[in-house]
């Protein structure tokens, strides 16, 4: 299972972040698990700045803004690839 | 979120990138940014963090209208290292430019000095903010 990162305090854009994340892992049939991580400290460790940030498989792909559904779905796809490595 | 915590929600418009090198000039950069940024004209960020491939540094400074450069001499560190990751800055000034000389392993600098390369930044911003300008603006 792909695990993704919510990095955020847990405010309504954090929440909505991962509200995409669900939508774009439904739409594109993977199975998901969504840890959220919102103690400052721990959001400091991936280096982001600006929330909410998202990180699939602790990389982090975007950070100051929500990302699409759409670009969700894009590097959820690219992360079974980069398994097979 | 408790009330405690701070949201991180907003993304600074301009972020500061100083050179804070081993001269005057990188440290009269780095000093100029410092005032700025408690001047609440942007936010110095961590250049060192862009060099190191710190992905969520380089994704939060994405988020940023603008990035401002400020290189200590003509090695231009800060404008190269933002671009290798793909940040261009949209304002560029070099500290020895502006007609101050550059002292290696000299970290002293006098206020007026301090002022000049401040003052030159704080135009440019506000420049910015009367119009932004489509392309990148190098200033010597």
């Not at chain 2, 600074?12 to 804070?20: A, I, K, M, Q």
């Not at chain 2, 410092?34 to 963090?49: D, I, S, W």
């Amino acid at each position: 299972m792909t695990k993704v990162q919510v990095l955020g305090p847990g405010c309504p854009k954090c929440q909505q972040v991962a509200a995409n994340v669900t939508e774009a892992a439904k739409a594109i049939g993977m199975q998901v698990e969504i840890e959220k991580v919102s103690k400052p400290m721990e959001i400091a460790k991936y280096g982001v700045m600006f929330t909410p940030g998202l990180a699939v498989e602790g990389e982090v792909v975007c950070a100051g803004r929500i990302p699409s559904v759409e670009e969700i779905k894009g590097w959820l796809e690219a992360e079974p690839a980069k398994e097979q490595k | 979120m408790s009330d405690s915590q701070k949201c991180a929600c907003e993304p600074s418009e301009v972020l500061f990138f100083p050179c804070s090198g081993g001269s005057n000039c990188g440290q009269i950069a780095h000093h100029a940014a410092v005032e700025l940024h408690k001047a609440g004209r942007g936010k110095l960020f961590c250049l060192a963090g862009i060099g190191g491939h710190v992905k969520g540094l380089i994704e939060s400074a994405k988020a940023a209208k603008v990035l401002v450069a400020i290189d200590g001499c003509p090695a231009l560190c800060v404008k190269k290292t933002l671009d290798h990751a793909e940040l261009p800055p949209r304002i560029h000034i070099v500290v020895s430019e502006l007609g101050i000389e550059k002292k290696s392993g000299h970290l002293d600098f006098s206020d007026e000095e301090l002022a000049v390369c401040r003052d030159r930044l704080a135009q440019e911003l506000q420049a910015w903010v009367a119009g932004p300008a489509a392309d990148s603006t190098s200033v010597s």
